[in-house]
Nanobody, 124 residues
């Protein structure tokens, strides 16, 4: 069964913007933390940012602070991430996750549910 579905990825040039959306199954939404991760081949999955859906608190990796913004829409069971001022180093497969069951928000092994990913490519 599908827990989360990401969309909105694509190819942009440096400085461009994309808005990713994560559509969650009802049971996978609003549990506590929902997070965005990204991964490139040969590297560990990296936490990009997260939102605590009970109150909308957000936190971001230093590498995207000030450029990415995570938001939630409880009516739609979605979590979005607006990505501005994109850089080539932002290129990755982006994943949405939910159901943190302990540890820190940026630890991918702590999340119960995952989407299939959406590719973001930023060209220079």
């Amino acid at each position: 069964q599908v827990q989360l579905v990401e969309s909105g990825g694509g190819s942009v040039q440096t400085g461009g913007s994309l808005r990713l959306s994560c559509a969650a199954a009802e049971y996978a939404y609003g549990l506590n933390w929902m997070a965005w991760f990204r991964q490139v081949p040969g590297k560990e999955r990296e936490g990009v940012g997260a939102i605590y859906t009970a109150n909308g608190y957000t936190i971001y990796a230093d590498s995207v602070q000030g450029r990415f913004t995570i938001s939630q829409d409880d009516a739609k069971n979605t979590v979005d991430m607006q990505m501005d001022s994109l850089k080539p180093e932002d290129s990755a497969m982006y994943y949405c996750s939910s159901g943190l069951y302990g540890g820190a928000w940026y630890e991918p092994g702590r999340y119960k549910y995952w989407g299939q990913g959406t590719q973001v490519t930023v060209s220079s």
